[in-house]
């Protein structure tokens, strides 16, 4: 894919993360938003602390491998942003 694909939530361009060694993900990288903005991840923190008690939210994933989406939870802003991979030669906004 060398269109990045954007957030359905927002519409922001998603990121490359790269999944954890050893986690249960069969692919490299997960494509993932990052915006502070997006409402998935604004209302996330409001919904886990309702729900389950936490001080906590989720980003929006899309497993390029799969095509599955779903949630990544984090704990603060930050998390998780260390593994954002450098764009690859062929990756565009557009």
């Not at 269109?3 to 998603?14: F, K």
């Not at 998935?40 to 497993?63: C, M, P």
């Not at 599955?68 to 991979?85: H, Y």
Request: charged share 25%; net charge negative.
């Amino acid at each position: 894919m060398s269109a990045r694909p954007r957030c359905p939530h927002c519409g922001s361009i998603m990121r490359r993360w790269a999944t954890p060694p050893g986690s249960s993900w069969e692919t490299p990288f997960l494509w993932v938003c990052f915006s502070d903005e997006c409402d998935y991840y604004v209302r996330g923190w409001t919904w886990l602390e309702e729900h389950f008690g936490r001080k906590a939210s989720y980003r929006h994933s899309l497993d390029p491998a799969t095509g599955a989406a779903g949630p990544l939870p984090v704990w603060s802003a930050a998390a998780l942003r260390q593994g954002i991979l450098p764009d690859k030669d062929g990756d565009h906004d557009e």
